[in-house]
């Protein structure tokens, strides 16, 4: 999600916490562990191209050829995270003695018989909305953690598809309390650590930009997983609604979650939705086939908001994404302007949905009386005073909305526009002064553009947008019909490869 006021400044010293029967965490100040049957202290990758660099696509490569093996792999990120998870705070829990044991059968398999799907060996983190068998789900509260829960009796249905592909789960991701924020409290951002990385999935972007794991899942009700994506400088998808299982996961609004993609590559993203929706998905989008691959803009044609809402933009983020989209054009593509349909209704829609549902799935936990943060307590409180009539009122708007949509991508392949309307903000700061002499609020600013696709279910697609040299991150989103996830990462990857292809990992400042 993302919907709701910053109300945490980040954590420090607090750590991720150690899984049941996993072993030692990865705790800040402590030192590198002893990796099992090693005999040694893991030390930092301090190679000109470390393992922690490598894409999630790239990874997979080196496993399968034999040039890197899945223990080799895995030993070097959590000495990165070691190195690094004290200045970031991108993990709640890291599944160490597990991912390494994971890691050995993997190398054996390949040796023996070959990968067992095309991410065989490659590590991915998980926020911590998904059940991970044999761990905790705490969905980002600190009053369940406290409580220590009771570990799953099995995975997520998409943690079991990246499992059945031969992936490695590293850990869990921090994340707002219920996935309800757009700040992830205890996580810096790893380009800017004195400002936020965004949320809810702000852990899982944060792992994903600072090199502690290639490839992370999220959810995205109301951005959750583009807000991130966009000001941690990495890719987000969110597919279309429906498009991937639910199952095993705490929901917080159950007619707009969407597991969703955390990547340091459009490349990457591909791949991940590949293997998390099966054949049938991936040949219903193609992103199998090469049309999701590099290619011309020629004979798309791309829709771009009108002035009146650009300039509801920070002018940085205005720049960069007009600058995108005429380097779109000048590759062929056609650019039409457009106003975005009922675009004033689109957040208070989203907003009243996702209140009354997330009240009605959390209502045992509300009367519990259990210690929430007062924030996520006042929004479920709220929540449940949403009367039946302006719900049903809510649930119309959005159909009104896919009509109206529908009609709008006649004859257009693609919409283009910001991800989030503001660069990452600085921790704790909620007002923010308009050149008009207005005032914006960060929740508001940060959902503005995220909530059309929230809201009609459509995919969309943020990448980043300019260069790291250019400022602040900025997300360029691509939004698309539904199924239409390979027109998005052909001009992802387009613009990705355009720009000198995806960003860097972020180096955060260490003691």
Sequence with gaps: MA?????????????????????????????????????????????????????????????????????????????????????????????????????????????????????????????????????????????????????????????????????????????????????????????????????????????????????????????????????????????????????????????????????RSVEDAALALAVLGGPAVSVATGVGSSAARLGSAVGLTLAVPDDALFARCAPDVAERVAAAVESLAELGARVVRVALPLADMVSPAVSLIMAAEASAGHRTTLESGVELHPTTRDRLEEGALVPARDYIDALRVRQLLHNRWREAFEGVDAFVLPTVAITPVEHGEFFLPQPDGGMDVVPVASTRFAHPASLTGLPALSVPCGRPQDGLPVGLQFMGRPRGEAVLLRLGRLYETLNGGPWPVAEPATD
Excluded: H
């Design 3 to 263: 919907d709701t006021e910053s109300f945490a400044e980040p954590a420090t010293g607090t750590g991720p916490a150690v899984a049941p029967g996993t072993g030692p965490a990865v705790a800040p100040g402590t030192g590198p562990a002893v990796a099992p049957g090693t005999g040694s202290a893991l030390e930092p990758d301090t190679g000109s191209a470390g393992a922690y660099e490598l894409t999630a696509v790239e990874a997979a490569a080196r496993v399968a050829e034999g040039s890197l093996s899945p223990v080799d792999l895995v030993s070097r990120l959590l000495a990165r995270i070691r190195e690094t998870e004290s200045a970031v705070g991108a993990y709640t829990v890291v599944l160490e003695e597990q991912v390494l044991e994971e890691a050995e059968r993997s190398g054996k398999r390949i040796a023996q018989s070959g990968p067992l799907g095309p991410l065989d060996g490659v590590p991915v983190s998980v926020k911590d909305l998904f059940d991970v068998a044999g761990t905790p789900t705490w969905a980002g509260s600190q009053a369940l953690r406290r409580a220590g829960g009771t570990p799953a009796a099995a995975d997520a249905a998409v943690v079991a598809r990246l499992r059945a592909a031969g992936a490695l789960v590293l850990g869990k991701t921090r994340m707002d309390e219920f996935a309800f924020g757009t700040v992830t409290p205890g996580t810096r951002n790893p380009r800017c650590p004195e400002r936020s990385a965004g949320g809810s999935s702000g852990g899982a972007a944060a792992a994903v930009a600072a090199g502690l794991g290639p490839l992370a899942l999220g959810t995205d009700t109301g951005g959750s997983v583009r807000i991130p994506a966009a000001m941690c400088g990495v890719v987000g998808l969110k597919p279309t609604f429906g498009l991937l299982p639910s199952d095993g996961t705490t929901a917080l609004s159950w007619s707009l979650d969407t597991p969703g993609v955390l990547a």
